[in-house]
């Protein structure tokens, strides 16, 4: 019985925020165009239901599409980073200066170059997520202990053995760690564009109800962007678990 509490806090602290939220709203008489109640936004979330889907769709083919292109190339530029420590040098500033720069800031450029629609929501979600697994990958690599690197190049093996039978398997729980970091920054970014300049997609639908004051269809869309979000990440922590179990010590 107390195990299936403890499972349940998060559904029953949800569950009690909500119940707040909507009696304060009828409390106060909070205008719905200032702060809808969760009844209210449910009924918007149930009425405008195929809107909705089809808008999901859209962002979460974007999302998915935009964070495999930043696995792909995050993983491939860490490899290379475990594999030469110049080409980290050489390459770690420019990444991280780039990394500074708003994404939401890049959105217009991408629109010159491809146009409205999907692509530009791919590329952004790809290039606001590929830092974390760049960043996790290649430090797990090129922090290989010199005491174990030292003792298996004397035994003849070589730096491609050592990266590919030693650095990797090491790298997993780090690269795990990072998927579940951009998962959801990949969402947020296909969001930003989708806001910006798209005629599909949850940051369109939201962008559209705000224009007419539709705040409770406002707040369903954040609705389904935080549902997605907790999906994706509990996704990857259940891969985590599956894959890199191994990283993780048994619960008393």
Do not use: C
């Not at 974007?62 to 040098?89: D, H, I, K, N, P």
């Not at 994404?103 to 790809?126: H, M, N």
């Amino acid at each position: 019985m107390k195990s299936v509490l403890k499972n349940g806090s998060p559904v029953l602290a949800t569950l009690v925020l909500l119940s707040a939220w909507e009696a304060a709203v009828r409390a106060l008489r909070v205008p719905e165009y200032v702060l809808p109640g969760p009844s209210r936004v449910l009924e918007s979330l149930v009425v405008h239901a195929g809107p909705i889907a089809s808008h999901t769709a859209a962002t979460l083919e974007a999302t998915m599409l935009g964070f495999s292109l930043s696995v792909v190339l995050g993983l491939t530029l860490g490899l290379l980073s475990g594999l030469s420590e110049s080409f980290q040098r050489a390459i770690y500033p420019m990444l991280v200066a780039f990394n500074t720069i708003p994404k939401v800031a890049i959105v217009p450029v991408l629109v010159i170059w491809f146009g409205i629609g999907k692509v530009p929501a791919i590329l952004t979600a790809s290039l606001i997520s590929f830092f974390p697994v760049f960043v996790n990958v290649s430090t797990a690599l090129v922090t290989i202990e010199p005491e174990l690197r030292d003792m298996l190049l004397s035994l003849g093996a070589t730096r491609a053995q050592i990266l590919f039978k030693v650095g990797l398997p090491r790298s997993m729980p780090y690269f795990f760690g990072s998927l579940k970091i951009a998962s959801t920054l990949a969402f947020v970014g296909a969001i930003i564009s989708e806001t910006v300049a798209s005629n599909e997609g949850v940051g369109y639908l939201m962008i559209a109800a705000s224009s007419r004051f539709d705040v409770p269809l406002l707040f369903a869309g954040l609705l389904v962007i935080s549902a997605i979000s907790v999906v994706l990440y509990a996704v990857f922590v259940l891969l985590e678990r599956r894959l890199a179990g191994w990283a993780f010590r048994p619960s008393g």
